[in-house]
T-cell receptor, first 108, second 114 residues
Framework: RKEVEQDPGPFNVPEGATVAFNCTYSNSASQSFFWYRQDCRKEPKLLMSVYSSGNEDGRFTAQLNRASQYISLLIRDSKLSDSATYLC?????????FGAGTQVVVTP | DGGITQSPKYLFRKEGQNVTLSCEQNLNHDAMYWYRQDPGQGLRLIYYSQIVNDFQKGDIAEGYSVSREKKESFPLTVTSAQKNPTAFYLCASQTTSGYSYEQYFGPGTRLTVT
């Protein structure tokens, strides 16, 4: 099993709709999880950190399910500017393990 | 402005040449990391350093070397031994105080070797 698995997408989302996608991880001992946003040919930028069951920041909500070992990201009221690739990452023995990302395309 | 800088943004080299990528940070972070990203793949850890004058191999260290002589700087050398050096290279830094594992990235260097 890979350390981190993400559905590559693309998730095509109408503007204003809600989209959610998951990231599964293999290290059950991890305490720290992250969502990064990466635009085409740019560096990843930290979107949200999750240290407990979840986190919310405006239109973005992350939920952690420890029993099933996945973390989800939900985007409400999608904007065209939300189009990007979303990478999840988690701490595994002092190093971050990254998924390959989920591509989201918001359409007018 | 606090942040991480990487230079150059684009780099072209001939096969068989060593090349050094620069990474500087003024965030006063202790730890620094080098990753490579290939199309459709996640970030893979090359080397990391949690303190000056010390560094550890990551998952794909073969064909790379690093140094950490100053807290602010963590240059990466891609040697001729690296079989597939063409990639997007990302440097990151992280504070080691508290329990935060948040890493912040530089803008990256896109290396093409022909």
């Amino acid at each position: 099993r890979k350390e981190v698995e993400q559905d590559p997408g693309p998730f095509n989302v109408p503007e204003g709709a809600t989209v959610a996608f998951n990231c599964t991880y293999s290290n059950s001992a991890s305490q720290s999880f992250f969502w990064y946003r990466q635009d085409c040919r740019k560096e990843p930028k930290l979107l949200m950190s999750v240290y407990s069951s979840g986190n919310e920041d405006g239109r973005f909500t992350a939920q952690l399910n420890r029993a099933s070992q996945y973390i989800s990201l939900l985007i409400r009221d999608s904007k065209l500017s939300d189009s990007a690739t979303y990478l999840c990452a988690y701490d595994s023995w002092g190093k971050l393990q990254f998924g390959a990302g989920t591509q989201v395309v918001v359409t007018p | 402005d606090g942040g991480i800088t990487q230079s150059p943004k684009y780099l072209f080299r001939k096969e068989g040449q060593n090349v050094t990528l620069s990474c500087e940070q003024n965030l006063n972070h202790d730890a620094m990391y080098w990753y490579r990203q290939d199309p459709g793949q996640g970030l893979r850890l090359i080397y990391y350093s949690q303190i000056v004058n010390d560094f550890q191999k990551g998952d794909i260290a073969e064909g790379y070397s690093v140094s950490r002589e100053k807290k602010e700087s963590f240059p990466l050398t891609v040697t001729s031994a690296q079989k597939n050096p063409t990639a997007f290279y990302l440097c990151a830094s992280q504070t080691t105080s508290g329990y935060s594992y948040e890493q912040y990235f530089g803008p990256g260097t896109r290396l093409t070797v022909t």
